[in-house]
């Protein structure tokens, strides 16, 4: 079965200081891997996506992450956190792949806070 | 978020009564997800429906929980008889056809709340 495990519940830094939010995944087939971010009563937003091309994903607001089948990683990093960071992330990964379904399944989230 | 709008935003229920929630996709879209976001938790499916057709509903419980997407107008998800435990975050989403992840959108939420 498919499971993602985000390894920190909470993550505090500082503004200017680097992030690392950790996600494990677990799956039976080559996954696809993506991480959310939602903000205090606020919908999702794709960050990031990983379908099996390059194993480093950009993406957006500076953000990225790294696929590791060997470690069964996908680690959320980002070299300078702002103020506007602070919000919950979510480590995703697709559902089996069939034709006529398309479920992803989400981590527990991690929240970040950033200090000024 | 490119469109997909849920209402309402908020709703509180007492214990028993119904809840109505519903979710207007993307134009074009005929594929609508639903999504329960319990306190402190992520999000779990509930149900894939496409046009008419119920597609996945292994997430959903299996009392008191409906779904729908008619031809016309949005998604309806309903909880009768709520409970205390039904007090979450109800998130659709929405895409053309199955994605992968990458072009399904996803709307702000309904936060229901059971008194």
């Known amino acids: 079965a498919q499971s993602v495990t985000q390894l920190d519940s909470h993550v505090s830094v500082s503004e200017g200081t680097p992030v690392l939010l950790r996600c494990n995944y677990s799956s039976s087939y080559s996954p696809s891997l993506f991480w959310y971010v939602q903000h205090p009563n606020k919908g999702l937003q794709l960050l990031l996506k990983?379908?099996?091309?390059?194993?480093l994903v950009k993406g957006i607001n500076g953000f990225e992450a790294e696929f590791k089948k060997s470690e069964t990683s996908f680690h959320l990093t980002k070299p300078s956190a702002h103020m506007s960071d602070a919000a919950e992330y979510f480590c995703?990964?697709?559902?089996?792949?069939?034709?006529?379904?398309?479920?992803?399944?989400f981590g527990t989230g991690t929240r970040l806070q950033v200090f000024p | 978020n490119a469109g997909v709008m849920q209402n309402p935003r908020h709703l509180v229920r007492r214990r028993g009564q119904e809840a109505r929630l519903r979710c207007s996709p993307v134009k074009g879209h005929s594929h609508v997800y639903w999504y329960r976001q319990l306190p402190e938790e992520g999000l779990k499916f509930m149900v894939y429906l496409q046009k008419e057709n119920i597609i996945d509903e292994s997430g959903m419980p299996k009392e008191r929980f409906s779904a729908e997407f008619p031809k016309e107008g949005p998604s309806i998800l309903r909880i009768q008889q709520v409970v205390r435990g039904d007090s979450a975050a109800y998130f659709c989403a929405s895409s053309p056809l199955p994605s992968s992840g990458n072009t399904i959108y996803f709307g702000e939420g309904s936060w229901l709340t059971v008194v």
């Open positions: 990983y379908t099996s091309a390059a194993t």
């Open positions: 995703v990964v697709s559902g089996p792949p069939t034709a006529d379904t398309d479920k992803l399944i």
